[in-house]
C-alpha cells in the first residue's frame, strides 16, 4: 500500500504541475504540457494498480499501454514547443516527416499486434512482462520518440544564457529527468525483452522530484525569456567528461547495487542516482560555475588571458551584421557583458550639442542614471591617458555628486570611446559575477573593443546626417513645383485685379472676382497643409519673456480660428531669454498638431509653469498616440510623420528651435490614449 500512497502523490504532482500551468497562461506549451502530465500520471496510477492483488491486471495494464503509446507523441510535440517562439522554424520538412512517423510508430505497433506485445505467465508472484517480436519492436519506437524528444530539450536549454537559463533550466532539468527515467525504465525490454514493474516506484520518486522543480519554476522564475548564444568547444568538452565521469559512476553504483537482496536498497539508490544526475545538470549549467571554470583556465592553461585576433575578429563580424545605431549599441554591450562577464553595463553616447552622455541602452543595470554630465577634468583624463577608470582604485577622484549616482548604479568601470580624440560614449560597467583580479590583457582588450565600438558608433551617426542633409535637399526639388502652382495662382489673382478697374462695378465681375478669390484661397491653404518650410539656422533675437504670456496669446488666437476645437489652459508665469517667434512656431505647431491627432473632438491642454529647475511648455492631447518604434526611430526626424497629409518637418524644426535655446523636448505617448511633448527651457529670474 505505500508504493500505491507513492504512486498516488506522483500521479497528483504532476496534474497540479499541469493544471497550474495552464491556468498562469494558456498557450500551446501549456496545453500539450498538461496532455504530457495526464498521461503520465495515469500511466502511474495504472501501474501500481496492476500490482496490487485486488486488481484484475489482465483489465489494467492493456489500457497503461495504450497511454504509453500516446506519450511519445506528447513528448516529441512538448519537446518542439515547449520554450521555444517559433516551435518548427528551424526543422525541415524531411525532420517533421520523420518525427511524426516516430511518434505514430508505438500507436500502428499497438493498434496492429493488440494483445501479442507481452505475456506474463506468473505475473503476482513475479512481476515482470515478458516481451515478444512485437513488444520489442513497440517498446523500440517509445525509447526511439523518448530520445528524440531529450535531444530536442537539450537544442532548446543550450540556446539560452544568463538570465534566460536561470529562469529555464529547472523546468527543463524537471523535463530531461522525466525522459531520463522512463528512458532507463524501458530499457529493459531492449535489453532484456522484459519490463520490470518492481521498479515502478523509483519511476514514481523521480516524477515527485521533476514535478517539484518544474513547479517551483512556474511559480517562481517563469521562462519567457530566451537568448541565443555560441559555446566554446574546450567547455563543452569538459562538460562531456564530467558527464562522462559520472555515467561511469552509475554504471559502477549498479553493478554493486546488484549484490543486495533487499529491492527497497536498490530502489533507493536508483533514485539517489538520478538525483546526483540532477544535481550534477544544475552545477554544469551554472553560470558561476562556468565563469569559474574560465578563471581558472585562463590563469592556469593559457600564457595570455586573451587571444586578440580572435576577439576582435568576432566583434568585427558582429558589427558587420549590424544595421543600424541600436544594433551596434546593442552588439557593444553584449559584447563586454560576455567578454568580462559584468552582472550589468550602460552605454551613454554624446548628445549633439556635446554638453551631456545620454543613456542611449543599459543591460541589467537599470539604477543607471539616465544623462551623464561630464567634468572637463574628466575629459581632460580620458583623452590625455585613454584608460579605464576604475572606480575604486583612487587613481581619478571624481566629484562627491558623480560618485554617488555612480555608486548608487553599481558603476565599477568606465570605459571611454574615443575617435578622432574625441570622446563620443562611455561605457558603464558594474561588478563581474565572478570576482578576478583585473590584468593589463583585460584593459588592453577593452581599449580596444572601445576603439572599434567608437569607430562603428561614428560612422552611422554620420551617414544618418548624411541622410538628413540628403532629405533636406529634397525639400528644395519639391519647393519648386510648389513655387509653380504659386505662380499660377498669382496669375490668376493678377488678372482679377486687372480687370477690376474696368469692370468693378459689374455684379457678375464681383461674383466671379469673389469665386477666384475663394479658390485660390482654398488652394493655397492645400498648398501650406503639404509643406512646412525648414529654417536655416540663424543667431536668435532673444529677450527675457513670460512663457504664461506668450501661450495664452497663442491659445486665445487658436481658439478664434478653430471655434469648435477643445483647448484648455493652465499656466502660472515663467520667464525665460528665449525668441519669442522662434518659440511661438514651437508651440503652434505642437498644438496644430495635438488638435489634429484627435480630429478635434478630443481635449488638447496646454499647461505653462517651472519644473526642476526648468521653464516649462507641456502640451497634451488625447488623439491616437504613436508606438514605441515610431518615437524611437523616426520621431523628430524629417519626412517621418504618422498623418496622411504632411511632410513631416514641423517637429523636425521645433527640435531645431528648442535645441537652439539651450533646451530640451520630451515626448509620452501611448497608442489611441494619447501625447503629451514637454519643452524644457533655461530659466531666467530678471523680470522684462
Known sequence: MFELFISIIAALSLLALGIYAMAKKRTAANVILLVTVALLAGIEVLDQLSLQMFVDFTRVRPISMYMESFLSAAFLLLSFFH?????????????????????????????????????????????????????????????????????????????????????????????????????????????????????????????IISAILMGYSQVFRGNDVRVSISRHVLYRSIVLLVVGVYLITLGLMGEGMRYFGDPFERDLGIVVAFVGGIFLLAILFSEKLRRRLRVFIQKHVYAGKHDYREEWTKFTSRLSACGTLPDVQEAVLTVYRETFGVAGASLYLLSKEEKRYVRTLEDAMSEAPVELHVSEELRAYFAERQRVLDLNDGEFRLSEHEQSILRHAGAWLIVPLISNKSIVGLVVLQKQLVLARLMYDDYDLMKVLARQSAQAITNLRLSEELMEMRAMAAVARISSFVIHDL???????????????????NPDFQQDAIATIRTTLIKMKGLMQRLRSIPEKHALMASVDDLDHLSREIVTELVKMRPGAHIEYDGSSVLARVDGEEIRKVIINLVQNALEASNEQGTVTIRTGKENGDACIRVSDTGCGMTEDFMKDHLFKPFRTTKGKGLGIGLYQCKQIVEAHGGTIAVKSEVNKGTEFAVFLPVTDTDP
Do not use: C
Open 83 to 207: 520554450g521555444r517562439n517559433k516551435p518548427f522554424d528551424a526543422v525541415s520538412k524531411l525532420q517533421l516527416v520523420l518525427t511524426a512517423a516516430l511518434a505514430m510508430f508505438p500507436i500502428t505497433m499497438l493498434l496492429i499486434a493488440g494483445s501479442d506485445i507481452y505475456y506474463a505467465p506468473d505475473f503476482p508472484s513475479e512481476r515482470v512482462l515478458f516481451l515478444d517480436n512485437a513488444g520489442y519492436w513497440y517498446y523500440l519506437g517509445v525509447m526511439a520518440s523518448f530520445i528524440g524528444s531529450l535531444v530536442n530539450i537539450e537544442a532548446t536549454l543550450a540556446a539560452t544564457n544568463g538570465m534566460a537559463r536561470h529562469r529555464m533550466k529547472l523546468e527543463f532539468f524537471g523535463i530531461i529527468s522525466l525522459l531520463a527515467v522512463l528512458i532507463f525504465y524501458y530499457s529493459q525490454g531492449l535489453l532484456y525483452r522484459t519490463i520490470d514493474m518492481d521498479l515502478v516506484p523509483v519511476r514514481s520518486g523521480v516524477f
Open 487 to 505: 505662380k499660377n495662382l498669382t496669375t490668376g489673382l493678377s488678372l482679377v485685379v486687372d480687370n477690376a478697374e474696368e469692370h468693378i462695378g
